[in-house]
C-alpha cells in the first residue's frame, strides 16, 4: 500500500469507527479517496450542512477550515 499522512490515517480511523457503529446508511466507495469519502458521509442523506454543524464533524480529523 502506499504511505498516509497524519490526516488521511485520523479519516481512515473516523470512517471505520462510523462503519462498525452502523450510523452510515451506505457507506462510501472503499476505492474514494479519503477527503472524497469524509465529505460523503458528511452529506448522507441531506443537501445542507451548517457551517458550524461542519465544524463539528471536522474537529479531530485533521482537517483545516481553509481546506
Known amino acids: ?8 490515517a485520523v479519516l481512515g480511523i473516523n470512517q471505520l469507527l462510523e ?22 458521509r458528511l452529506f448522507d442523506g441531506r443537501t445542507e450542512l451548517p457551517r458550524g454543524q461542519m465544524q463539528k464533524f471536522l474537529h479531530g480529523t485533521g482537517v483545516k477550515q481553509t481546506e
Open 1 to 8: 500500500g502506499r504511505p498516509f499522512d497524519i490526516r488521511q
Open 19 to 40: 462503519e462498525e457503529t452502523g450510523t452510515l446508511s451506505d457507506p462510501p466507495p472503499a476505492n474514494a479517496e479519503p477527503m472524497t469519502r469524509q465529505f460523503l
